[in-house]
Nanobody
């Protein structure tokens, strides 16, 4: 399984971006998926996760109400809509997939990882 994250870039505080994660498998519906991020000098942290059919989601407190995770299994793609971006959201964002239907907690393990896409929030 290969994951390709895209959509990162430079955005001003208060702006929006939508990240995409394209998977190289047609049976994405067998996988729970998640987004993580890592800022310079910090450990990777959980951002959001979504169940196999999108029916359940989980968010880190720091992004709750601003970010929305979604997926389109027909397109083998997951998304992260990021609104009201703050400078502290600056990080490399990684998508991940796990061969399970649920298990959306921040400490749950993932089997596959994408290469990351850089999001910079700055004026």
């Amino acid at each position: 399984v290969q994951l390709q994250a895209s959509g990162g870039g430079l955005v001003q505080p208060g702006g929006s971006l939508r990240l995409s994660c394209a998977a190289s498998i047609r049976t994405l519906s067998r996988y729970a998926m998640g987004w993580f991020r890592q800022s310079p000098g910090k450990e990777r942290e959980f951002v959001a996760a979504i169940s196999w059919n999108g029916g359940s989601t989980n968010y880190a407190d720091s992004v709750k109400g601003r970010f929305t995770i979604s997926r389109d299994n027909a397109k083998s793609t997951m998304y992260l809509q990021m609104n009201s971006l703050k400078p502290e959201d600056t990080a490399v964002y990684y998508c991940a997939a796990a061969y399970r239907l649920y298990g959306l907690g921040p400490a749950e393990p993932y089997d596959y990882w994408g290469q990351g896409t850089l999001v910079t929030v700055s004026s």
